[in-house]
């Protein structure tokens, strides 16, 4: 029976270096590793302000051109 892959020791992508299994950062130069595979949503995190409410107006302007033709 093979081993799962959560019990597999990881090498940080920034030094290369062994991480024990269920770190979340590199025990030898600091780097953040990732917890899995990325949400649908994750872009949504990084959006500043700005670009929310360009993308709240760009929406209502679009629903509005649809509802008018």
């Known amino acids: 029976m093979p081993i799962p892959h959560e019990n597999q020791t990881r090498t940080c992508p920034n030094c290369g270096e ?21 949400s649908r949503w994750w872009w949504l995190k990084s959006l500043t302000p700005t ?17 008018a033709v």
Request: glycine letters at 14%.
């Open 18 to 38: 062994p991480v024990p299994p269920g770190a979340k950062q590199c025990p030898s130069c600091g780097q953040v590793l990732g917890t899995g595979p990325r």
């Open 51 to 67: 670009e929310i409410f360009l993308l709240v107006i760009g929406s209502l302007m679009l629903s509005v051109f649809l509802v």
